[in-house]
């Protein structure tokens, strides 16, 4: 293979990986949405919560508390805390604000943001840090002549794809998937036939901070984090959400991967311009196919 | 509701806007501005800083407010705006040669000339992902500005035009300006809202399909006061940019602008003109006496929000105006009977 054609193989290979991971961002915020009509704003600063979490559960210096724990203890503490957190979050806060419209909800998020990214900067300054995974984020693997990709973005383009596959089926399959459904299209209704609306919405965002919780400690494993790096993760989340449009997280899946795809295109063309590679892809989806790339085609039953 | 008891004829009804409140209202605003308007006579540079400051976050207030408030269309990207007007100012009046103190309102022009095309490709989104699409596209204005050479890039510049005027003009003019900017701010939206626009604003807030039927242009109206918020937005950045001499992306498009605007107006009490007003002024209290807590002050005013908008979605102000029945700038229409 010449050496250009490899080098945009390479960068395309990248920008695949990198979308998995802004793909599952992306899921998760589309959750919340799918479920609730609630636009959270506060989910990137949960990613980077997620991640400092991670990274205090594991040093075992340095910061206070230092546990010092393995990571295939503090990974599952970490996604069971985010669950946790978003149940309460969504039953004691979210709950009380969703009958006023849309606006109430939207601006508790955006305190709920602020309110994260000031306490980390508080306790953990605003040094970006990352966690360590014992060795993992510098291995690689030749996936064709040439063309080498790092363990941990391909096992994260994997886990993406199994998280959204078991979202998809949980949404299709499961009585919890119907629940969700049900309270979404019409929460009376669902009331009226017995579902429990509101530990229904507490179940659907401590869901999506599980998954939020597993996207952020491999973005922590991947690169830096700091504590004021939500908004630009939350911004990516929701590209990747309007470009797949609102059909299904497959469709959110693929939008993430091509945002990922535009980023390592346009950080190739010019380091400066990754991210605005990104936005451009975004705005060009919006003035030309608003309804993103892959809407829903039927009603579900 | 009581029907009224002079048979069916209605002459004795009329549909009212003003309220005793109100007539006070003008007269306490219009001492207060004659007062602050003497300002540079009576207290010292520092101040009429802080003042310029506090005109700046109330004109960004009153658009916030006339945007999402009234107008139901939350952004969570007005310094995309502010900081088009602050660039505006430095390449009208550093390239363009022209006045600087003239360039606050051309700088609105530029902004709400930029609102235009942007707003056909943010209407396509509803609700928190119209919130989200105006942040994107903030954040497009400053990976722009921040590309640009000549604006000064990642690191920004100064605004060199304003060497040839000595301080002693140019902070009491500065001040002039922000008043005359916050006024006419507080005033416009206090008109605009009592006009036919306002009454379909009004409408289409709470139902645009019930809006549309009795004839309201949904689509019109949502974009001139899109277009009219870039507007004063733009201004407020000028001004703000006008008094701090120095620009720079991060600076300019922060989205700590909107927090801090969110914050002010949901505080203050949303929907309503005096809430604005209000927020403002508590913004800057807590901001004077608290900020040497540095990152706790910011978390404080976050929970404050957060329990504001779970206890007491109407504000302050809304508290209040609903418990007493005041209204000091009146733009609701209220049925009331001629004796």
Known sequence: MPAALLGWTDTLVQGVMLGGLYGLFAVGLSLVFGV??????????????????????????????????????????????????????????????????????????????????????????????????????????????????????????????????????????????????????????AGLMGIATRHVYALATALALAVVAIAGMLLAVRTTVAPADGPNNLIYAFEAVIIGGLGSFWGTLAGGVILGISQAIGFRLSPGWGAFAGHIVFLAILALRPQGLFPRTRTQA | MTAPDTGPSSAHWRVSQSTRAGRFGLLVWAALLAAAAALPWWADASYMRLATEFACLLVLAQMWNLLAGYGG???VGQQGYLGIGGYALIALADYGGINPFACVLLAGGVAAAVSVPTAALVFRLQGGHFAIGTWVVAEVFRLVASNTAALGGG????????????????????????????????????????????????????????????????????????VLSALGCGVAGALYFLMNLRISPDAAFTVGWS?????????????????????????????????????????ALGIVAIVAMVRFPKGIWGTLAERYGLYLFPVQRRVVRDP
């Open chain 2, 155 to 226: 690191s920004g510049r100064s605004l060199q035009a304003m060497r040839e005027f000595a301080r002693a003009l140019r902070e009491p003019l500065t001040y002039w300006i922000g008043l005359a900017v916050a006024a006419a701010s507080v005033t416009g939206v206090y008109l605009l809202m009592r006009s036919r626009l306002g009454l379909a604003l009004a409408a289409l807030r709470d139902s645009e399909v019930a809006a549309e039927s009795q004839g309201v242009n949904v689509r019109f109206t949502k974009v001139l006061v899109y």
């Open chain 1, 36 to 189: 609730m009509r609630i636009v959270n704003i506060a989910h990137g600063d949960l990613i980077v919560l997620a991640a400092f979490g991670a990274i205090v559960a594991t040093s075992a210096s340095g910061t206070v508390p230092a546990p010092g724990l393995p990571l295939w203890i503090a990974a599952p503490l970490v996604v069971a805390a985010m669950y946790a957190f978003g149940y309460i979050l969504q039953r004691g806060v979210l709950n009380t604000t969703i009958a006023g419209g849309e606006l109430p909800p939207l601006l508790v998020t955006f305190g709920v943001s602020i309110v994260i990214q000031n306490l980390l900067l508080e306790f953990y300054s605003a040094d970006p840090r990352s966690l360590a995974a014992g060795g993992l984020e510098t291995r690689s693997v030749e996936l064709f002549a040439g063309v080498t990709v790092g363990v941990l973005p391909l096992a994260t383009l994997a886990i993406a794809l199994g998280i959204t596959a078991f979202l998809q089926w949980l949404f299709g399959r499961t009585n919890i998937g119907r629940a969700f459904r049900a309270a979404s299209d019409d929460p009376e209704i």
């Open chain 2, 259 to 299: 927090a801090a605007i969110i914050f002010i107006v949901v505080i203050g009490g949303i929907g309503t003109i005096e809430g604005p007003i209000i927020g403002t002024l508590l913004y800057f209290a807590l901001r004077e006496t608290l900020a040497d807590f540095g990152t706790w002050y910011l978390i």
């Open chain 2, 73 to 75: 269309m939350v952004s």
